[in-house]
């Protein structure tokens, strides 16, 4: 018996579903490393209403214990290396990404959406392809509806460079 968990939401987009994740899901079988496994999905959302996969179970917890010792450290950094050693060039479904959520960088997209705000409007498709050249994830929809946002306010400005400065 294979414990399996149904996955999704409005929240899932189905265009990184169909792509990343599933790629790398597959990418993490061939290579024998211990991660859920990608038994069906709907994803379009036709079927279910919403984006939506069944995969299997990986046993463990994500959550953090009160206390660590030394033979968990040694074992995640043991599963660390396993992960960190293989090989990869970046492809179209699982290209190089420079940061964990670089879709969701909320303060990365309202400095872009700061520059695009404040560009003519001959000059905005350009601030578009710069911004797809300079993002992973995004189609040209999803490039503008983060232009398009909320720019910087002098606060939100603050923040960033704050935690830039401390690289947080």
């Known amino acids: 018996m294979v414990a399996v968990v149904v996955r999704g939401g409005e929240g899932r987009r189905g265009d990184a579903l169909s792509g990343r994740p599933r790629?790398?899901?597959?990418?993490?079988?061939?290579?024998?490393?211990?991660?859920p496994r990608l038994i069906a999905g709907d994803l379009d959302g036709r079927a279910a209403g919403v984006v939506a996969t069944v995969e299997t179970v990986v046993p463990g917890t994500s959550e953090a214990p009160p206390t660590v010792s030394a033979q968990r450290l040694g074992a995640a950094g043991a599963a660390l290396a396993r992960v960190h050693a293989i090989e990869l060039t970046p492809t179209q479904r699982l290209p190089l990404r420079v940061r964990p959520t670089?879709?969701?960088?909320?303060?990365?997209?309202?400095?872009?959406a700061t520059l695009?705000?404040?560009s003519?409007?001959?000059t905005r498709q350009q601030v578009v392809e710069a911004f797809l050249e300079a993002t992973t994830?995004?189609?040209?929809?999803?490039?503008?509806?983060?232009?398009t946002g909320k720019p910087q306010t002098p606060l939100l400005h603050l923040g960033d460079e704050l935690i830039r400065a401390h690289r947080l």
């Not at 790629?23 to 991660?35: H, K, M, Q, T």
């Not at 189609?139 to 509806?145: I, K, L, R, Y």
């Open 137 to 147: 994830g995004h189609t040209a929809d999803s490039a503008q509806e983060v232009l």
């Open 23 to 35: 790629a790398g899901l597959g990418l993490a079988e061939r290579r024998g490393l211990s991660a």
């Open 116 to 118: 695009y705000q404040a």
């Open 120 to 122: 003519s409007p001959e």
């Open 102 to 112: 670089q879709v969701d960088d909320h303060a990365f997209g309202r400095r872009w």
